[in-house]
């Protein structure tokens, strides 16, 4: 990525690139990873904010990490994150986004946030030459499924409504 502190914009939504140096940044990541652990879908209560705070550290010095945070305009307080890793694909030649994690906190939910924060990762991706952008969802995520079938991601169709615990599917989006 060539400009670190570009501040990209979606819509209604206020999405930026965070900034672990600056303290809010930081603690909203925090909070927002510690509430997404929590979450049946994760299944990792026992991670707190203190265990993200150290995460933190750990992406703010690793090389190819692109953290984007989200609020909707008219709130008070981060609401989502992204995180993605910059990757290669041998086959297409070209660099890609990996998601690693998608979390908008439950009473944003259904208002565009995670969408926002998936296309403004797909314009950065575009323009700065990425190819694509696959991540990976848990079968029992239903909520991220339908979000990344919206916005063309494919190998998600056909999935089973149901499926056993500790399934995940992957998915790809060209760009």
């Not at 203190?50 to 305009?73: K, Q, S, W």
Request: with cysteine; charged share 20%.
């Amino acid at each position: 990525m060539s400009d670190p502190t570009a501040q990209p914009q979606a819509g209604e939504h206020d999405v930026w690139i965070c900034d672990f140096a600056d303290p809010d940044d930081r603690a909203a990541f925090a909070r927002l990873m510690a509430e997404f652990a929590a979450e049946p879908v994760s299944g990792s209560p026992h991670l707190d904010a203190a265990h993200f705070g150290r995460v933190a550290d750990d992406l703010a010095r690793r090389a190819g990490t692109l953290v984007l945070l989200a609020a909707r305009a008219e709130s008070e307080e981060t609401e989502g994150v992204l995180i993605a890793f910059e990757g290669y694909s041998s086959f297409g030649r070209t660099q890609l986004f990996n998601v690693h994690d998608v979390h908008v906190a439950p009473a944003a939910r259904g208002k565009g946030l995670g969408t926002a924060m998936l296309e403004v990762l797909a314009d950065l991706g575009r323009e700065h030459g990425f190819g694509k952008i696959t991540l990976e969802v848990a079968a029992s995520n239903g909520g991220a499924i339908r979000l990344y079938r919206r916005l063309g991601y494919t190998g998600l169709d056909g999935v089973a409504a149901t499926a056993p615990a500790g399934v995940t599917y992957f998915a790809t989006r060209k760009l």
